[in-house]
């Protein structure tokens, strides 16, 4: 949005006159800030806080109005008018919330003293935008990424989350594997530099694949450069290109203006190499529900991986799932520490149940290093360092990277002293509410607080006494936040109050009074109690610089916690469910017995049917085929999951497993129109499939289900065969799930093809049983008229589907009748050799066999 001007600003409020006049001091200070917000913020909306509400005027109250579903009244007097709508201060969280999901920034000023005669001082406390809010209450406990993208030798990016101060960035070659890993981490905002902001179809094409928020950062090379040794201190050798400098750069730029200061929760930054991790396209991740299920009721892998008990875990557990391992050494040293749980039920029950009484330790250290934390939240970090040594004690023997573990989660004994030295036991939520230094921790705050408390005695003393020198039983000492102290009398009893009583309120049937010496005591009440106010919010800013000291260990140990509690849990699971240790080949060798799907079996237990699946040099293509329902795309997710599973270290759901490591997993499952692309679901299905042979290696590991779907079935079957023919050569590990039965002829072609169905049958009385159970051979027919049946179609209309069927099956037999004589060379058939043909001929009229080549 354009920032007011005074003209519009004038307009806009509908001033009497000549509309050129000064606008009233708090209109003007609206004004002023807006302005100011404008230009750093642009389209953000002003939140005014005027008490007890928080005020929108004039566009953003309209705005605000329009979104948020607020009424929408007017600010009037004599001279003027303008639009309003206000909102709670107590329920400004969720509408904030709303603006952000909306798309919407918000700014936030705050009144920074209580309301007296003239105006009132606020100023712009938080300015909140989708990928730079840390409040955990707007973005949960999950990752919340802010990412900029520069060009130069290829492509950079920068990844920054405020909320843990996690800094990362690597490189790119090529836009698809940019998209890729943008799609992975799911930013919530994101800056582009110039040169691919101001290409008109570049950024069509991105804001069609992220429907995030795009906003406006420096890309200069000299700024960056100064962010990055304002916040880092130096520009790190890592970042070895002018792009990988500037996206950092930007991406510091833009959360500093944001927060409003320096960025001290990022401490590095850390450039990956993509190439060192298993390749996860989005698509991949999409097609076998890892982190989005395919329905609003569906589960996700994530989910069914089972419960971190720890905010951080969760964090840490999807950055497993993001990015499987390819190093033999690190599956290994993570199973090995998944196994050291399974094998010891107690430990395990041990470490979660510690676990469970943590906090988000990466969150509170980011909190601390930024100097934000608020008391309860360093609370909480001190009943978590307390715990510390209790799971070192757990941990002492182990090795490897449970050892590993246990020596990074370091005691900090000082600074949990610190803190039980200085903080109660039970802070209040805010450091302005006073009560939160510990008695004894400092002397002039006991001093202060000894003076009030002193006062406060004689206040309470005084009714007593009162009574006492008055005769007046009924006279009591009061306090309200009008008129202070006060000295209460009934009507009753009015005329025996002394002289040196001075009323100040006169009641229906009781009058309050008040005398010099109460009046001196509330004086120096409200003195020593601000005064003490003053010191403990001193104190506290003291504390929590002194923590800040600590950010680098307190980090470390957070990570560690992390790791801790995602090797526990998926040893829970393993436990629980059943699942084996996989065994990594240095051959590529694919070995599942009795392997299940670990979203499906958490659905339906034990009804699970479980499948093996073998893949080796002499089986490196499986054709699958079978009628709709019967288990197909299960068998494929089985597959890739497991492999997924074992490169992030876990064990896998299946009775024995031996797995090669995949540099990458490639999926095309299901089918979906882009319609806001506008492109079909054949052109997205194709765009998806060229993406997947151009990556395909023989290290790959590939699943495909229905290729061709969407087109004519001979363009189709074309497409699919050409595409298998295209894999097989690659050498990459396919499974290919197919209608198209021709397809099941090319394992007399294709060295390595396989082909599997999963059995079903029709029974006598019509429908189709089930089994779910992947034998060797192609299927026999592909039931589509039964399943048909099953769906619930009219019989009107199955009945007839037979019909047809049956006709076009006539057909198709005569069309292959017509092929085999054409391909005929009658110069080479004997007589016997003629008669054996023409009999096959005759039974295949009959019905008595499928086809054979002649």
């Known amino acids: 949005m354009a920032r007011f001007d005074t003209e519009r600003i004038h307009h806009d409020l509908g001033l009497k006159g000549s509309g050129r006049g000064p606008l009233p001091p708090m209109l003007q200070q609206y004004v002023d800030m807006r302005d100011s917000v404008a230009e750093n913020l642009p389209g953000s909306i002003l939140l005014f806080q005027c008490g007890d509400f928080y005020e929108t005027f004039g566009e953003d109250a309209e705005r605000a109005s329009r979104l948020l579903g607020l009424t929408l009244t007017h600010k009037t007097s004599k001279d003027f008018s303008t639009p309003m709508a206000g909102i709670p201060v107590r329920a400004a969280e969720t509408h904030i919330e709303r603006l952000l999901n909306l798309g919407v920034r918000v700014a936030v000023a705050d009144q920074m003293e209580e309301p007296g005669a003239g105006l009132v001082d606020r100023k712009v406390t938080q300015l909140y935008t989708p990928g730079t809010v840390t409040d955990e209450k707007l973005i949960g406990q999950d990752e919340n990424y802010l990412a900029a993208v520069a060009t130069g030798e290829g492509y950079a990016l920068a990844l920054l989350d405020l909320s843990t101060g996690e800094f990362r960035c690597a490189s790119f070659g090529t836009r698809t594997a940019l998209y890729d890993e943008l799609g992975r981490h799911r930013a919530r905002e994101v800056l582009l530099a110039p040169e691919l902001e101001g290409n008109a179809a570049l950024l069509a094409d991105f804001q069609a694949r992220f429907p995030v928020m795009l906003s ?57 190499e993509p190439g060192a991790q298993m390749h996860l396209a989005d698509q991949t991740l999409r097609a076998l529900e890892v982190f989005q299920a395919s329905s609003p009721q569906g589960m996700t892998l994530l989910q069914a991986l089972g419960s971190t008990r720890t905010a951080g875990g969760r964090r840490r557990l999807r950055a497993w799932l993001r990015a499987p391992l390819l190093d033999a050494a690190s599956i290994e040293a993570r199973v090995n520490a998944v196994d ?99 008695d004894g921790f400092h002397a002039e705050l006991d001093a202060l607080r000894a003076e009030s408390l002193g006062h406060r005695a004689w206040i309470a003393a005084l009714e007593t006494e009162e009574r006492a020198r008055t005769g007046i039983g009924s006279l009591k000492v009061g306090f309200n936040n009008v008129i202070g102290y006060y000295l209460e009398v009934t009507a009753t009893h009015l005329p025996r109050v002394p002289g040196d009583y001075r009323q100040i309120a006169t009641l229906k ?56 509690d995602v090797v ?50 002499t089986r490196r293509v499986l054709v699958l085929t079978g009628p709709n329902m019967a288990g197909k795309s299960t068998y494929l997710r089985t597959v890739a999951l497991c492999a997924l599973l074992h490169q992030i270290g876990s064990f896998v759901p299946a009775q024995r497993a031996r797995l090669p490591i995949f540099d990458s997993i490639h999926t095309r499952i299901g089918a979906s129109d882009d319609l806001a692309g506008g492109r079909s679901t054949f052109m997205v299905e194709m765009s998806e499939l060229a993406t997947i042979l151009h990556a395909a290696t023989a290290r790959s590991l590939i699943v495909l289900d229905e290729i061709g779907r969407g087109t004519s079935s001979l363009d189709g079957q074309a497409i699919a065969q050409a595409a298998l023919e295209h894999l097989h050569a690659t050498g990459a590990f396919t499974l290919f799930a197919t209608h198209y039965f021709e397809l099941t002829r090319l394992d007399g072609e294709l060295t390595g093809l396989v082909n599997l169905h999963v059995a079903a049958e029709e029974e006598e009385r019509g429908g189709l049983t089930f089994y779910h159970q992947v034998i060797p051979g192609a299927a026999a027919q592909s039931y589509g008229v039964e399943v048909a049946r099953l769906a619930g179609l009219p019989a009107s209309v199955t009945a007839r589907a037979s019909g047809l069927l049956a006709a076009l099956n006539a057909t198709g037999d005569t069309d292959s009748l017509r092929r085999d004589l054409v391909t005929l060379d009658l110069t080479q058939l004997t007589p016997m050799d003629a008669l054996k043909l023409l009999h096959a001929w005759q039974r295949r009229a009959r019905g008595d066999e499928a086809p054979v080549n002649s």
């Open 568 to 617: 526990s849990t998926l040893a829970d699971l393993a436990a629980e469910r059943h699942w084996t240790r996989p065994e990594t080949n240095a051959d590529t060798r694919v070995e599942l017995e009795q392997a299940r799907h670990p979203v499906v079996e958490h659905a339906l237990g034990d009804a699970f049917v479980p499948n093996d699946a073998h893949l080796d040099a």
């Open 216 to 272: 406006h950062a420096s890309f200069d090379a000299q700024d960056a450069v100064g962010a990055l040794r304002d916040t880092l201190g130096d520009v790190p050798a890592s970042l070895s290109t002018p792009a990988l400098v500037r996206a950092c750069g930007a991406v510091l730029l833009y959360a500093r203006g944001t927060q409003q200061g320096r960025l001290d929760m990022v401490r590095r930054v850390t450039r990956y």
């Open 509 to 564: 049937d009781r009058a309050r009074f008040t005398r010099p010496d109460l009046r001196e005591r509330e004086r120096e009440i409200a003195r020593a109690e601000g005064a003490a106010a003053r010191l403990e919010l001193e104190v506290f800013t003291e504390l929590r610089d002194a923590l800040a000291a600590h950010v680098d260990a307190l980090t470390d140990a957070a990570g560690a916690l992390a790791e801790l």
């Open 340 to 438: 050291t749980f399974v094998r010891t039920p107690d430990l395990r029950a041990g470490v979660r149940a510690l676990l469970y009484r943590a906090h988000d330790l990466e969150r509170l250290a980011a909190r601390v290093a930024a100097r934000r934390a608020t008391p309860r939240e360093v609370a909480a970090l001190a009943r978590t360092l307390e715990l510390l040594p209790q799971a070192t004690e757990l941990l002492a023997v182990q090795d490897g990277l449970l050892g590993g573990v246990r020596a990074r989660l370091t005691a900090l004994p000082e600074a949990l002293n610190l803190i039980r030295a200085a903080l109660t036991d039970d802070p209040p939520l805010r450091a302005t509410d006073g009560g939160l230094i510990r």
